[in-house]
């Protein structure tokens, strides 16, 4: 089975600018969480979707959003970017429960300036 | 707060030697914990996980303990090997899963 993969791989937007991210989970995975990267916080849960329902949250402002489609692909989307938004967005997907394994995509390179 | 801790940010051993890593978590309601390593700009990939109701889980090299009581699990890596040089992040799973930021394993000849 082909692995997760997010796009596009880098990206470099200006503060005020919104941006959105792709993810596209292994085959059969229905769950998809999304994670932000940053040198300082290591890897924080941004928020899962589960059969295109927002199954959980982590504690980020609601300039980041994201939503699920029927196929199981997930975007997300941050509004009004900072240059504190910089960071690596990583994608992982499960088949379902909470007990299953996430696997990880390469992630989105995101750069503020 | 720091659910999950890793309190090593690094470690160095040498080719052939143990590699132990550890991992402290606070909430109790966790279930299932996880060990990924993690190369510079890519996504971690999974290495080993462990439910709750287990104390021990082995694959091959990797074995990764769990004590309840203490709230610790570790990883060990047996026999290290240059390519296990990467950092290792343990997580913890109730609804969602909590990283512990990770520490950076070198592995030298």
């Known amino acids: 089975k082909a692995g997760v993969t997010q796009t596009p791989r880098y990206l470099i937007k200006t503060r005020g600018q919104q941006v959105t991210l792709s993810c596209s989970p292994i085959?059969?995975?229905?769950?998809v969480s999304w994670y932000q990267q940053t040198p300082g916080q290591g890897l924080q849960f941004l928020f899962e979707y589960f059969s295109e329902t927002q199954r959980n949250k982590g504690n980020f402002p609601g300039r980041f959003s994201g939503r699920q489609f029927s196929n199981s692909r997930s975007e997300m989307n941050v509004s009004t970017l900072e240059l504190g938004d910089s960071a690596l967005y990583l994608c992982?997907?499960?088949?379902?429960?909470?007990?299953?394994?996430?696997?990880f995509g390469p992630g989105t390179r995101l750069l503020v300036l | 707060d720091q659910q999950v801790k890793q309190n090593s940010p690094s470690l160095s051993v040498q080719e052939g030697r143990i590699s132990i890593l550890n991992c402290d978590y606070t909430?109790?309601?966790?279930?299932?914990f996880l060990w990924y390593k993690k190369y510079p700009a890519e996504g971690p990939t999974f290495l080993i996980s462990i439910s709750s109701i287990k104390d021990k889980n082995e694959d091959g090299r990797f074995t990764v303990f769990l004590n309840k009581s203490a709230k610790h699990l570790s990883l060990h890596i047996v026999p290290s090997q240059p390519g296990d040089s990467a950092v290792y992040f343990c997580a913890a799973s109730a609804d969602k899963l909590i990283f512990g930021t990770g520490t950076r394993l070198q592995v030298f000849p």
């Open positions: 992982a997907s499960r088949e379902a429960g909470f007990q299953e394994t996430q696997y």
């Open positions: 909430n109790s309601m966790f279930d299932y």
């Open positions: 085959s059969g995975h229905r769950s």
